[in-house]
């Protein structure tokens, strides 16, 4: 089985580049065990897009996307870019994201 090769970047690290389209590269700043949380929580909630999607339910479909927008801010790959904010700006906002979105899932899980 081959492994996957992770996507091509740009010259100053910033983007990735996947079938000719630049996306914004997950801050690189962000330490790997938090980065891999923030992809779970990141993945969950695109799972959840597409079961509210599929069940036609527009106000669930809103609450997902949100958390995917949390999610895709915490890396650094939507809001302020990583590469203009100082280092405490960039860890606040993957702390912040990563409490919020796992205060978020603790609240949703059945006791």
């Known amino acids: ?3 996957k090769k992770p996507p091509d970047r740009t010259p100053d690290g910033r983007f990735v ?3 000719g389209r630049k996306w914004r590269a997950t801050d690189p ?3 790997e065990e938090a ?3 923030l992809r779970r929580h990141l993945m969950s909630a695109r799972r959840a897009v597409r079961s509210a999607t ?6 669930a479909e809103r609450h ?3 958390r995917v927008h949390r999610a895709k801010i915490a890396l650094g790959e939507r809001g302020t870019p990583w590469w203009e904010q100082s280092e405490d700006e960039r860890r606040r906002r993957w702390e912040e994201g990563l409490a919020s979105l796992d205060a978020e899932e603790a609240h949703r899980l059945p006791p």
């Open 1 to 3: 089985m081959e492994a």
């Open 17 to 19: 580049v996947v079938r």
């Open 29 to 31: 700043s962000v330490p």
């Open 35 to 37: 980065a891999a949380r």
């Open 54 to 59: 599929t069940a036609g339910d527009p106000e």
């Open 64 to 66: 997902a996307r949100a």
